[in-house]
């Protein structure tokens, strides 16, 4: 018996050793053992929801920047006309600088368009052209530089040096890739519906306050749109762009570069494209005489206010917004032939509309206006679209800046340097009349010179 106790007893000490020398469990211990005796549960991941496209966040913040884009625009666009004519400007002097300040683009938009696509930083790019260009525009706010006729000239040629306007289409037409790009009118909308509030507003605060105001809203707006693209845009690299690394990979890109631009003439010189383009620089010029001079008709010629000036952009905007919303819908019913005729109908009826005006009846122009929405909207989802299949034609998409800028310089930048350069002569040596007669004359011809080729191109196929 002494020795059994003798046993229990020595057996007892020993675990009590053991377990004063084991170190205490932490609840991560007793969670990690809970949880072994738990069945497993695989995590579930939830997907981002989709808007027009895109993730909702990003759809939200491309909306953004279209919205304030337009909306800091809408208060030196369309009322750039008005500053020229306050400080003694004629038509002819008003054409010029217009025209130049356009054509400066024909160059510098391509340009910075291939710096994008070669370093790969739209947003880099993005970002110094555009407050460079806000600080110079904000020049003409000084009594020394709208004093004189050259100094405004000169400041505006300065400022277009830093245009890069078609960035931000490309941006987010890579977002958006070839399955989603038709919901690029979506996206587009936002600025047609700031463009005309902000048109709308700006013409009751001018008739009111001056032009100075039009200048504070530009100038913040700007810079508070550079400031969101800073800190919420990151500088990703497109399905393009990625494409394009994995083929450096293996070639070498300068041995490829030759190759590349001589894909990019070869695709420009087929004759539907070089039709289209053509019908761009047409349309380009056409809506010159429009933007850049009809406000100038109505004051001068009407005695409009400048209110009614801005109601006039209004209600382009009003029209242009369910086409926007709706263009995958009148894409598959009308067609590329089919916008483009639409486009270019309504624009022939509305211009030779202007013509019938008197200062008793200018408040009709409001009515006319309403196939502007359509003419714009239409021409610009269309061209727009066509750009893309033209970037998905090239090998591994690389040139998905430089086309859609091109198209859009020759818009922008040939078109509209010429049509408000030979509008403007014509409205100061002839008339308002006779210059918008003979628009919409070029324009109707373009358009039949759309369906004869239309039809030839189906007679051959």
């Given at each position: 018996k002494r020795q059994l106790l003798d046993r229990v007893k020595c057996c007892t000490m020993?675990?009590?050793?053991?377990?004063?020398?084991?170190?205490?469990?932490?609840?991560?211990?007793?969670?990690?053992?809970?949880?072994?005796?738990?069945?497993?549960?695989?995590?579930?991941?939830?997907?981002?929801?989709?808007?027009?496209?895109?993730?909702?966040?990003?759809?939200?913040?491309?909306?953004?920047?279209?919205?304030?884009?337009?909306?800091?625009?809408?208060?030196?666009?369309?009322?750039?006309?008005?500053?020229?004519?306050?400080?003694?400007?004629?038509?002819?002097?008003?054409?010029?600088?217009?025209?130049?300040?356009?054509?400066?683009?024909?160059?510098?938009?391509v340009l910075w368009g291939i710096v994008a696509d070669r370093f790969q930083s739209r947003k880099k790019v993005w970002l110094i052209t555009n407050s460079v260009s806000t600080s110079i525009q904000l020049t003409l706010a000084l009594p020394f530089i709208y004093s004189s006729f050259t100094r405004i000239l000169c400041v505006s040629i300065l400022a277009q040096l830093f245009v890069s306007s078609g960035v931000l289409d490309a941006y987010t037409l890579d977002l958006l890739g070839p399955v989603n790009k038709i919901f690029y009118g979506r996206y587009r909308l936002?600025?047609?519906?700031?463009?005309?509030?902000?048109?709308?507003?700006?013409?009751?605060?001018?008739?009111?306050?001056?032009?100075?105001?039009?200048?504070?809203?530009?100038?913040?707006?700007g810079f508070l749109m550079v400031i969101l693209v800073a800190t919420q845009v990151p500088e990703i690299a497109s399905s393009c762009d990625q494409s394009r690394n994995e083929e450096s990979n293996d070639n070498d890109d300068d041995e490829e570069e030759p190759e590349r631009i001589k894909e990019l003439v070869l695709l420009a010189i087929r004759p539907r494209v070089l039709i289209f383009l053509l019908e761009v620089i047409i349309m380009g010029a056409g809506m010159a005489t429009v933007e850049r001079l009809l406000f100038l008709f109505l004051v001068n010629d009407l005695g409009a206010s400048t209110l009614l000036c801005?109601?006039?952009?209004?209600?382009?905007?009003?029209?242009?917004l369910p086409i926007f919303w709706y263009a995958s819908q009148f894409m598959?019913?009308?067609?590329?032939?089919?916008?483009?005729?639409?486009?270019?109908?309504?624009?022939?009826?509305?211009?030779?509309?202007?013509?019938?005006?008197?200062?008793?009846?200018k408040w009709f122009v409001l009515l006319l206006e309403i196939m502007h929405g359509i003419t714009f909207a239409c021409f610009w989802v269309v061209s727009t679209d066509i750009s893309k299949t033209l970037v998905d034609q090239t090998k591994g998409a690389y040139w998905s800046t430089t086309i859609p800028s091109s198209v859009q310089m020759l818009y922008s930048s040939v078109g509209v340097s010429l049509g408000s350069i030979i509008g403007g002569w014509a409205m100061n040596h002839y008339s308002s009349k006779i210059m918008y007669q003979c628009t919409a004359s070029i324009v109707f011809g373009a358009l039949l010179l759309h369906i004869a080729g239309s039809v030839t191109s189906r007679m051959c196929c």
């Open positions: 020993i675990e009590e050793t053991a377990i004063r020398n084991t170190p205490p469990r932490s609840n991560n211990d007793v969670a990690t053992e809970t949880n072994l005796e738990e069945p497993l549960i695989p995590p579930v991941s939830i997907e981002p929801r989709i808007v027009d496209g895109l993730p909702s966040k990003i759809s939200v913040l491309v909306k953004s920047l279209y919205f304030l884009d337009a909306l800091g625009s809408s208060s030196w666009g369309r009322y750039s006309a008005i500053y020229y004519n306050l400080h003694g400007l004629n038509s002819q002097h008003i054409g010029l600088i217009e025209g130049l300040r356009t054509a400066i683009p024909t160059l510098s938009i936002y600025a047609s519906l700031s463009w005309g509030i902000g048109s709308i507003i700006m013409g009751w605060v001018t008739d009111h306050y001056g032009f100075e105001p039009n200048f504070i809203m530009f100038g913040l707006l801005g109601l006039t952009v209004g209600v382009n905007v009003l029209f242009e598959a019913v009308l067609g590329h032939d089919g916008m483009f005729l639409l486009s270019m109908t309504c624009f022939t009826f509305r211009v030779w509309g202007y013509t019938l005006l008197t200062p008793s009846t």
